[in-house]
């Protein structure tokens, strides 16, 4: 069963240190479970998205330093848009997929401790709730309660004992999202590049462009973030166009240092 709260209008009440909308919140029915699902996979998105930009951003600002010819720049930037977004593509799924294979494993081990040696989980779950400073009577109480549910207790001893949170996440989607985040915003440095194969006189200014655009896209981007950190989207959005300013102007110095070499 779904908890009887809309979450997102309880964290935009928080963030707004609204009482009475904040009771409202936890006073709303269930959601949808495609709603829940909604920004499940937000953080693949952004995050393959910023990774996307900056690299290949970097990639573009490197060739323009050293004064390499467009095509390179082309070259460069789709060989990184493919190959790093393969490589975050399956580093995220294999990592989700990990995690949730340890989670599995240790549910199974837990399982069989419940089954084969209860008292003892018991006394565990009494120890771990009495070092948070909990009595210790009020502890056996909470736990013996636990304990008459079995998938709640193994639920509780997962995360009080273990420090997992079961987590459903989908690891082909979550490889799907990243990879498809990271080409579509890895792209948009490269967009005045492309335009300037069929508008040629845009070729005099393609850097230009492109760092006009991957600014904003970079704020935007952070701005967006928020939605994760919960944070004041202004700061966000200065913050990862800072970071990328910082990226792209490194990769910009090495290639005026070393445009010698091409």
């Known amino acids: 069963m779904a908890p009887s709260r809309d979450l997102e209008e309880a964290k935009k009440a928080y963030r707004q240190r609204d009482i ?3 009771i409202a919140a936890h006073s709303a029915g269930p959601k949808e479970r495609h ?3 909604h920004g499940q996979y937000i953080k693949s998105a952004v995050y393959g998205g910023l990774d996307g930009i900056i690299t290949t951003f970097a990639v573009v600002a490197g060739v323009a330093g050293a004064k390499l010819a467009a095509g390179i720049v082309l070259i460069l ?3 990184n ?11 995220d799924y294999l990592s989700t997929k990990s995690e949730q294979e340890y989670e599995r494993a240790e549910r199974r081990r837990e399982e069989w401790e419940v089954e084969h040696y209860p008292e003892g989980e018991k006394q565990e779950l009494v120890e771990l709730y009495t070092d948070k400073g909990i009595a210790p009577e009020d ?13 709640a ?10 420090g997992i949170l079961g987590s459903d996440e989908s690891p082909l989607k979550n490889a799907v999202v990243t990879f498809i985040s990271f080409g579509l915003f890895g792209f948009v440095p490269l967009v005045a590049y492309v335009t300037a194969l069929f508008v040629p006189i845009l070729g005099t200014a393609t850097f230009t462009v492109a760092c006009a655009l991957t600014a904003a896209t970079l704020f935007a981007l ?13 700061k966000s959005g200065l913050e990862t166009l800072l970071v990328g300013g910082v990226a792209a102007a490194a990769a910009y110095a090495v290639g005026v240092a070393l ?3 091409a």
Not at 139 to 151: D, F, P, S, W, Y
């Open 20 to 22: 009475r909308a904040s």
């Open 35 to 37: 709603q829940q699902e």
């Open 77 to 79: 930037g789709f060989a």
């Open 81 to 91: 848009l493919i190959a790093d977004g393969l490589s975050m593509a399956i580093g």
């Open 139 to 151: 502890a056996k109480t909470i736990v013996e309660l636990l304990a008459k549910t079995r998938t």
């Open 153 to 162: 207790w193994i639920d509780v001893m997962m995360v009080e004992e273990l």
């Open 222 to 234: 952070g701005a967006v973030k928020v939605k994760i950190t919960g944070r004041n989207w202004f």
């Open 259 to 261: 445009g010698g070499l």
